[in-house]
């Protein structure tokens, strides 16, 4: 079964910079799917980015990209000019064609100070 | 733009009654997920419906059942309610062509 790993519990970053959240996978397909989720103090959940495996490029939405590195099953994201609103709990997840669930790692909860 | 709406947004039952948890895709969206989620635990996959069949279940207890309808809203049904069924319950929809999911605000059911 696929899993999928969240070693950071608990990450902060300064107002304006920059941080990086990191997520690793298990998996024996080559073609799937990942996902970073933010779920505010409201609890919804909210697509951040995404990332199809058979892409090279990395995906970036806006302050928000993606760092993919296919062979070592690493999918990390980077927040640039972090903004007090960035504040959240981070899920990552994987997705695989023909198994219609999402898995998510436990989740980074990321503080912004001002 | 539309988003998922899922009915009630909160709801208290006590141990032993029965819940109906509803949702309603995104306008053309015909595949529809159930989640749960814990305090403090990630979303767990229930079960997911495309055209009104069943795709993909997960972890859901034979407590539950689900359905979705001609127009393409679900409804989650829940019997003989626990404690440990206290939770966030979450619908997402999606278009077939598509794997992203959209979530609902969803429902926090509290059991006492």
């Known amino acids: 079964a696929q899993t999928v790993t969240q070693s950071q519990p608990e990450m902060s970053v300064q107002e304006a910079e920059t941080v990086t959240l990191s997520c690793t996978y298990d998996t024996s397909e080559s073609d799937y799917y990942l996902f970073w989720y933010k779920q505010p103090p409201s609890r919804q959940m909210i697509l951040v980015i995404r990332?199809?495996?058979?892409?090279?490029q990395n995906a970036t939405e806006n302050r928000f990209s993606v760092n993919f590195q296919k062979a070592a099953k690493s999918f990390s994201l980077k927040i640039s000019d972090s903004q007090l609103g960035d504040a959240a709990m981070y899920f990552c997840a994987y997705y695989q064609g023909g198994s219609e669930k999402l898995v998510f790692g436990k989740g980074t909860k990321l503080t912004v100070n001002p | 733009a539309a988003g998922v709406i899922q009915s009630p947004r909160h709801l208290i039952k006590e141990k032993r009654e029965t819940a109906t948890l509803k949702c309603y895709p995104i306008p053309r969206h015909d595949t529809v997920y159930w989640y749960q989620q814990g305090p403090g635990q990630d979303p767990q996959f229930l079960i997911s419906f495309y055209e009104k069949m069943q795709s993909d279940k997960g972890s859901i207890p034979d407590r539950f059942s689900a359905q979705q309808f001609s127009d393409y809203h679900s409804e989650l049904n829940m019997s003989s309610l626990e404690l440990g069924d206290s939770a966030l319950y979450f619908c997402a929809s999606s278009p077939y062509y598509k794997y992203e999911q959209y979530f609902g605000p969803g429902t926090r059911l509290t059991v006492t």
């Open positions: 990332q199809e495996a058979y892409k090279q």
